[in-house]
């Protein structure tokens, strides 16, 4: 695609339910990040891939973040059990090579747990 | 991260007027990134810079980095209502893949 494609764009999830983000990197880009933005903050790094391996995942907060890229293109980022500290926006970026260079992101997915 | 400190963290600027942000690091700067943020979307890249003394243009807004002192400043020149959103300075300080970010400079252009 031309851009970064993430979605949902807004989810709404009560307390305890899984929700499950998707990101549509740009065609042909190697390097895939997620990371977290709560209101009135810069964005927090949560994980990285390189085609389909998961090469980092350090910022992830809890066993309860796990994200996949099983073809070395989309990606879910999927929260299980969410919690309200988990709202938050989850932006996704990619870049065509794997160290780091100018990086495109998404609109994001704005998850708002109640 | 408390590892880039932007400043200020809001500012209200006359339209055609000049404005600064300035991002400090604590850490060695191997590259440092501008982005600009509207309220509810994504970051849009404005510029890149990875060495010392290393400043660039576009249109309006200059980047400036000064290694030594582990800083870049953001100058916007003639301010336009276009120029409002939330400007963020993001940094790689492990010489790897990770992206740091500063907090924010929320920019306000009054008319």
């Not at chain 2, 576009?58 to 020149?77: F, G, M, N, P, R």
Request: with cysteine; proline share 3%; glycine share 8%.
């Amino acid at each position: 695609g031309a851009g970064v494609s993430q979605s949902p764009r807004y989810k709404v999830a009560k307390r305890g339910q899984d929700v499950a983000l998707r990101c549509d990197p740009i065609s042909g880009h190697v390097s895939l990040f997620w990371y977290q933005q709560a209101l009135g903050q810069g964005p927090e790094f949560l994980t990285y891939f390189q085609n389909e391996a998961q090469l980092d995942k350090s910022g992830l907060p809890s066993d309860r973040f796990f994200a996949e890229r099983p073809e070395g293109s989309v990606s879910t980022l999927k929260i299980q059990r969410t919690q309200q500290e988990d709202s938050a926006v989850y932006l996704c970026a990619s870049s065509f090579r794997d160290r780091l260079v100018k990086l495109f992101f998404g609109e994001g997915s704005r998850l708002t747990v109640l | 991260s408390q590892e880039l400190e932007q400043s200020p963290q809001s500012l209200i600027v006359q339209e055609g007027k000049n404005l600064t942000i300035n991002c400090t690091s604590s850490k060695t700067l191997y590259g440092l990134y501008w982005y600009k943020q509207k309220y509810g979307e994504g970051l849009i890249f404005l510029m890149m810079l990875q060495k010392g003394g290393e400043e660039k243009s576009h249109e309006k807004i200059t980047a400036k980095l000064d290694e030594k002192k582990q800083q870049s400043s953001l100058h916007i020149t003639a301010s336009q209502p276009s120029h409002a959103g939330i400007y963020l300075c993001g940094a790689d300080i492990r010489n790897d893949y990770k992206l740091s970010f500063g907090a924010g400079t929320t920019v306000t252009v009054r008319a």
